[in-house]
């Protein structure tokens, strides 16, 4: 696994311990390697932009899973520079992994995605077949998820997920709460659009089901919920009387990378549920939610990928 350490690694590695799988986790820093082995992972340094390290780090491995993000936490993601590891790591270091695994003779990669590549649809159903739209922000992940497709075929497995926003026990759920408690505004969008959303406590158990997933995209979160519901949930969870959204100003200066956030994404899972058996364990949305978030936990400040 690469990006084991980060927010959905950290729910990934514990779930596939409990499956039964033995996980190695690559690391590229000492204090990784201690955080792999908290979880009872066993760590390998390694780094996701050299082929050659990969692939000697994959031999014998059953499966690749890459989760390997750095998405900037808060209002810090309205400067475009602070997304340009993120755009490195959704674009050459997937190219890496996924010749490195098939260099190694790897037969399934399991690659993070988002939902947000798909175009606005209003009121209407998204599922796996409707179209996406590509701006400078969702052009990353695009590229991405185009690797692990060519790779795809035959013996080799390659399965997407597509994660709705995610929100429970994580640095971005804590920081809008932070901002709502403050006054400050924390939605995207308008009240009326839907958001798919995918809590922490369902991402472990996401990544064992795509280990048995066949070839394919597939959408991974809960009941679609409409903007207005989240941010009202935001503040009540904050203590605030209301929570706002963010003004022309702020979506002026992020440009292109706040368009597909606020985009109206009313997004099915039941692909993924129908070939895994998988089932959110947090189905809909409520202010519980944001219960772990609320309560200070110690790894608050950890980075968000």
């Known amino acids: ?37 908290e979880m009872g992972a066993r760590a390998r340094l390694g780094d996701l932009f050299d082929v050659d390290d990969l692939t000697r780090l ?17 209002y810090a993601a ?5 997304w340009k590891r993120h755009d490195l790591l959704r674009t050459r270091a997937v ?13 399934r990669v399991v690659q993070e995605s ?35 497709q060519k790779y795809a075929g035959g013996c080799r497995a390659g399965v997407l997920l597509r994660f709705g926003t995610i929100v429970g026990d994580d640095p971005q759920t804590r920081f809008w709460l932070r ?7 924390v939605g995207v969008g308008r009240p009326d659009q839907w958001s798919h959303l995918v809590h922490t ?23 679609p919920v409409l903007r207005g519901e989240l941010v009202d949930g935001y503040a009540k969870a904050a203590g605030a009387p209301s929570a706002a959204f963010l003004g022309p100003v702020m979506r002026k200066l992020a440009g292109p990378r706040m368009e597909p956030l606020a985009r109206s994404l009313r997004v ?38």
Not at 3 to 31: F, K, Y
Not at 96 to 101: D, L, R, S, Y
């Open 78 to 82: 309205a400067l475009p520079q602070s």
């Open 58 to 74: 994959y031999e014998g491995a059953d499966a690749v899973v890459n989760l390997a993000t750095h998405v900037p936490v808060g």
């Open 179 to 185: 901002a709502a408690r403050h006054g400050r505004p």
């Open 201 to 223: 406590d369902d991402l472990g158990p996401a990544v064992v089901a795509a280990l048995h997933a066949p070839s394919g995209v597939y959408n991974v979160g809960a009941e």
């Open 114 to 148: 988002v939902s947000f590549l798909y175009a606005d649809r209003g009121d209407a159903w998204v599922t796996e077949d409707c179209a996406v739209e590509i701006n400078p922000c969702t052009e990353p992940a695009a590229v991405g998820e185009a690797y692990v």
């Open 1 to 37: 696994m690469t990006g084991g350490t980060g927010v959905i690694g950290r729910a990934a590695v514990p779930a596939l311990l409990a499956a039964g799988h033995d996980v190695d986790v690559v690391c590229r820093s000492a204090e990784n390697v201690a955080l792999a082995g």
């Open 268 to 305: 099915s899972s039941d692909r993924f549920a129908a070939q895994t058996g998988w089932q959110p364990r947090r189905a809909a949305f409520d202010p519980a939610w944001f219960d772990a978030a609320s309560a200070g936990r110690p790894d608050a400040a950890r980075a968000a990928g």
């Open 95 to 107: 190219k890496n992994v996924v010749a490195a695994a098939r260099a190694a003779g790897v037969r």
